[in-house]
């Protein structure tokens, strides 16, 4: 089983800033379909952002031009830069793996993805 951890969230004024990142001490995230969640209190989890082992990206509407995914292969780290916060962004976030193909329609579901991080909060206050 993959295990994934995440950290990097925090409590950040509305346009502030945050990086969250994703480690896996034991798989290699690049030989994987990689995704980032977030699920406020009271709603569903939602897609945030994906990407590909070939590193295609991909955003939801709510998020693009404000978020950029990475990975770093060498650090084994996946990353996601939150610019621009609004207080809209408050949720916890979870990072998420499979090895079925990001380019998929279905990525945007999280039963598309096999493998969870336990999540960091994020908050932004106004």
């Known amino acids: 089983q993959v295990q994934l951890v995440e950290s990097g969230g925090g409590s950040v004024q509305a346009g502030g800033s945050l990086r969250l990142s994703c480690v896996s001490s034991?798989?290699?995230?690049?030989?994987?379909?990689m995704g980032w969640f977030r699920q406020a209190a009271g709603k569903q989890r939602e897609w945030v952002s994906s990407?590909?082992?070939?590193?295609?990206?991909r955003y939801a509407d709510s998020v693009k031009g404000r978020a950029t995914i990475s990975q770093d292969n060498a650090k084994n780290t996946l990353y996601l830069q939150m610019t621009s916060l609004k207080a809209e962004d408050t949720a916890m976030y979870y990072c998420a793996a499979t090895l079925k193909s990001c380019s998929s329609w279905y990525v945007w579901s999280p039963g598309f993805f096999d493998y969870w991080g336990q999540g960091t909060q994020v908050t932004v206050s106004s």
């Open positions: 990407i590909s082992t070939d590193g295609s990206t």
């Open positions: 034991k798989y290699t995230l690049s030989r994987y379909c």
